[in-house]
């Protein structure tokens, strides 16, 4: 069974960092691209980032885009967010999915390519 389960949430001022990150156990996680979404109250899951299995490939959501970076290593995938802004408050969310050794693609941006969701972090960020 695989399971993914997201750490590193919590309450910062406007301005801070937070590293978010993401533990898999259940299947090849090194081999699978991984995202990471956000869900504010009363709206849709939006992307935020996505990286490939090399770890060389990245998309970021052009409201984060130069202030939040996404890396993974064998065994976590990461999510260092800085110069947060009281917009980024959101419960944060890692996915897995694609096939394996997949070159990253755009559709990496939609929640629909992701087999598998850990149950969420929150994020508030105080003005």
């Known amino acids: 069974q695989v399971q993914l389960v997201e750490s590193g949430g919590g309450l910062v001022q406007a301005g801070g960092s937070l590293r978010l990150s993401c533990a898999a156990s259940?299947?090849?996680?090194?081999?699978?691209?991984m995202g990471w979404f956000r869900q504010a109250p009363g709206k849709e899951r939006d992307f935020v980032a996505s990286?490939?299995?090399?770890?060389?490939n990245k998309y970021y959501a052009d409201a984060v885009k130069g202030r939040f970076t996404i890396s993974r290593d064998n065994a976590k995938v990461y999510l260092q967010m800085n110069s947060l802004k009281p917009e980024d408050t959101a419960v944060y969310y890692c996915?897995?999915?694609?096939?394996?050794?997949?070159?990253?693609?755009?559709?990496?941006?939609?929640?629909?390519?992701?087999?598998?969701w850990g149950q969420g972090t929150q994020v508030t960020v105080s003005s």
């Open positions: 996915a897995s999915g694609g096939g394996p050794y997949s070159r990253l693609t755009l559709s990496s941006r939609q929640a629909g390519s992701y087999d598998y």
């Open positions: 259940g299947r090849t996680f090194s081999s699978y691209a």
């Open positions: 990286i490939e299995w090399t770890g060389t």
